[in-house]
């Protein structure tokens, strides 16, 4: 084993208190896009005619919610009945041994819950949170994805409002408190799948007060230096060494 993942596993099998920043590349492992899909982008704006953003902002769903489902069908919804990763069922196993305090997450698939875990804080929301602003009845992924044409409350007839929060619109502060002060409070912050300088976790990294944040990535990026240590590689092949305790 590498002697980086050889340290790091000695910390997380050692220790307790532990919050994990879980990013875009865990997600991006499974074959999901996201809601921004950034990695497509240029595809995107060449079949839609407008930006990846554009598209999943608040103003542009109230005004073109024919072109949004068809972007949120298609794209954020680009995989269905996605099993969690090597990633999502360790992390749900740290939980079961008592070692996790919280995940914090800017993803909406839920994988860290079909993995196990309840201890999930999802800054932006959920595909399965999908409401209606008319009688709050709440509708999962699949009835988006199977919808024909907008889909629309099967009691009120209403558009439905989507379960994750639009560019535009401000996130719930009760999670921002929540997650700021799981990480203020952590032991251990191991980030994984994000860079230190990406938007999951510039805001998040600076209440750590501890000496042992972990960074595990794909690749480095600028800023990732801040970290105790750091690997990088496969997530699910580093991941399932480090937890091979």
Known sequence: MNQNLET??????????????????????????????????????????????????????????????????????????????????????LQRCGKLDAVITRMVYCLHQKAGCDKVIELHGSVEGNRCPSCGKIFDSKYIKHSVGIPKCDVCDVVLRPGFSLMGEMIDNGKISQASSAVEHARILLIIGAAINSSLCRYMVKYYQGDKMILLNTKETPGDEIANYRAYGNLSEMFSQIMSF
Request: hydrophobic residues 35%.
């Open 8 to 93: 790091i596993k000695n910390i997380i099998s050692g220790g307790g208190n532990i919050v994990v920043l879980s990013g875009a590349e865990v997600m991006r492992e499974t074959g999901l896009n996201g809601v921004h899909a950034e990695h497509i982008a240029y595809e995107i704006e060449q079949e839609y005619g407008y930006s990846n953003d554009e598209i999943v902002s608040s103003l542009f769903y109230s005004r073109r919610a024919d072109l949004f489902y068809k972007y949120y069908k298609d794209i954020i919804l680009n995989k269905e009945d996605v099993e969690p990763s090597p990633v999502h069922k360790g992390i749900a196993r």
